[in-house]
């Protein structure tokens, strides 16, 4: 029996996959794997008997990553499973902020007890008057699942796409657009769009990516939209670029106090994947991981290990060590197996920065001291006996 435990409430949807050999518990300590969303995990210490945290999302910026390989905890994400619901506000974000529709739905409201509203709002619309999105440039920094949905989409509406990732994945790029120009400068995005919209992950380098001298280059009136993160974007600069004219709207999901409310600025509670569908997805993929992980040992979407995937194991038993990505570390633990008689029918090691997966087929009995002396090597982080 596995116990999982959720940090934030997640899709029931989703958490129907576990079968009846998982048991959710109140008691984090108690967890095998703890599954999450948006809370904050930096201060929480982890028992040594939980093995993996799934992020129902794509960013794991509230979960310390390098801390947790350390212990050997495999953090896990959902790359994707948010996307469409991300596509569709950002494209709702160009609207509005292309035709002033939420001035329009104010002045309705304010005007509701007018028993001549519908004679006054023929007056009153000019004031709402905005431009189509059509025939427009539209320039995508990222192009991961979210920028590649969006360039596409904007493809179909019939506006010019241009787009920058210099690692653009190989799936991303069969599926984008061939109507897509593709930039390898995002500089030269700046001075020709009209709106342009960032979908990248928040790093230590994507940090203020947007900035005062990439506004100062970019062209009159464009619109800015921020469904990434807000601190990618330098928004002390965003605003004196609205005051100074050469920004028409900053559209952002990420409202704080030097931007909500402020003219020039759409700004949504962090709405880009609050759908039902998003929820239940992100919610379904993240299960799925765990279980894979717990029940197979496999790695899919992890964000501080190697991606491994064997498969169901169909030996005698499989093993997983996670370690340090140094050198002579196969050597040492197949040493150990092979002086305790353990026959190895497969294995796979992985490498990710300076961490390390290996998943071993063996056949044998595989005894507690023998994985005793694996787990006191000392660039060894932990072992798991996935079967056997």
Known sequence: MYKYHCLNPLSQTGLAHFSDEYEETKEISDADAVLVRS???????????????????????????????KKGVVVFNTPGAN?????????????????????????????????????????????????????????VIGLGAIG???????????????????????????????????????????????????????????????????????????????????????????????????IKKYVTDFPNTLTAGKPGVIATPHLGASTAESEENCAEMAVKEIIDYLENGNIIHSVNYPDCDMGICGTEGRLAILHQNSKGMIAQYTAILGDAGINISDMTNKG????????????????????????????????RVIKG
């Open 39 to 69: 809370a904050k995990m930096h201060d929480i210490t982890l028992d040594p008997k939980t093995v993996a945290v799934a992020r129902a999302g794509a960013g794991v910026n509230n979960i310390p990553l390098e801390d947790y390989a």
């Open 83 to 139: 996307a469409n619901g991300v596509k569709e506000l950002v494209l709702a974000g160009m609207l509005m902020a292309s035709r002033d529709i939420i001035g329009g739905a104010e002045w309705s409201v304010a005007n509701q007890d007018d028993p001549d509203i519908s004679k006054n709002m023929e007056k009153a619309k000019k004031n709402f008057a905005g431009t189509e999105i059509y025939g427009k440039k539209l320039g």
């Open 148 to 246: 590649q949905l969006v360039a596409n989409a904007a493809v179909k509406l019939g506006m010019e796409v241009y787009g920058y990732d210099p690692y653009i994945s190989v799936n991303a790029a069969w599926n984008l657009s061939r109507a897509v120009h593709h930039e390898t400068d995002p500089s030269r995005l700046y001075g020709e769009c009209d709106f342009i919209t960032v979908h990248i992950p928040l790093l230590d380098s994507t940090k203020g990516m947007i900035d005062r001298a990439a506004i100062e280059s970019m062209k009159e009136g464009v619109v800015l939209l921020n469904y990434s993160r807000d601190i990618i974007y330098d928004e002390a600069a965003v605003m004196e670029g609205i005051k100074a004219g050469r």
């Open 352 to 383: 990710k920065g300076d961490f390390a997966y290996s998943l071993v087929d063996y056949e044998g009995k595989l005894s507690p001291d023998t994985v005793k002396a694996l787990e006191e090597i000392p660039e060894v982080y932990k072992v």
